[in-house]
């Protein structure tokens, strides 16, 4: 009878380390169902199955918010810096962020080519045109380096070092 006793209590402290070794695992809670083996290492893989098959295309079921915003326009850097990046940083697995660096800009054809004015001068159409070829070529860094350039004293001279931060894209930028 003791050893019955003994041997059921060594089971269950066996059960209790693991179930509680389980979660002390070196990745965000973010992070837990990108592979299978986090999911391995952090005793997760039943819950990843299952969200996994609930939540097929996590693309789908996120939020989309769209920004259209003036380069120079100090409400429009406020927002995208204090506000925007901050809750994409911690929420960019549940939503998508599309930025459109046009807002209030004109444009007007005199039958050869387009010009544009934009509200804040030339500046920021420049500006515009800089976050817009960012935005083209530099993939999911776009957002980090709009950020880096918004959050700068001077908008456009940030520009060359936010983007080599990020990437080595200063070049074929220029060129497009
Ligand atoms: C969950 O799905 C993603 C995307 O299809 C996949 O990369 C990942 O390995 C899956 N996770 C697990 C734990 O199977
Ligand atoms: C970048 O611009 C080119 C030329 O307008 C366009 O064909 C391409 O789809 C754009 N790429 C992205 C990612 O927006």
Redesign the pocket.
Known sequence: MMRVVSFAFVILCIYAGNSHSKPSCGYPMLE?????E???ECG??KY??H??ATR?N?AESSVEVGLYYESLCPGCRMFLVKQLFPTWIMLQDIMNVQLVPYGNAQESFDGKKYKFTCQHGEDECLGNMIEACVLNITGSVAFPIIFCMESAFDVEKSAQPCVEMHSSLWGPLMAV
């Open positions: 837990w169902c990108k592979s299978q986090i999911a391995g997760v893989e990843c199955l969200r996994n097929p996590r």
